[in-house]
């Protein structure tokens, strides 16, 4: 328990900062998520939309160190691999 005034207000940060990387976190998998939804619909174009708009916001995450750079480019590589497939 936080015995400092100090202290008290740390652990008011943390929580907060905790709730809002964990919110957004799972804005990040809602993305992803609809990026494979519509590959696994085989929905080109759709999938290039959604795709579109999740690459900024992996990238917005990734920049602030809430996800690692390379796990932000893994995902990005995966989707776009995929999507091109369903092209060809």
Do not use: F
Not at 41 to 52: E, G, L, R, V
């Amino acid at each position: 328990m936080a015995n400092s005034a100090q202290a008290r207000k740390r652990a008011k940060q943390a929580e907060a900062r905790r709730k809002h990387n964990a919110s957004a976190r799972s804005m990040v998998r809602t993305y992803i998520k609809k990026v494979i939804s519509a590959i696994e619909s085989k929905d080109y174009d759709q999938a290039t939309t959604a795709y579109n708009s999740a690459v900024p916001v992996i990238d917005r995450l990734a920049d602030k160190g809430l996800i690692h750079a390379n796990k932000a480019a893994r995902h990005k590589s995966r989707m776009n691999s995929a999507i091109k497939a369903l092209k060809a």
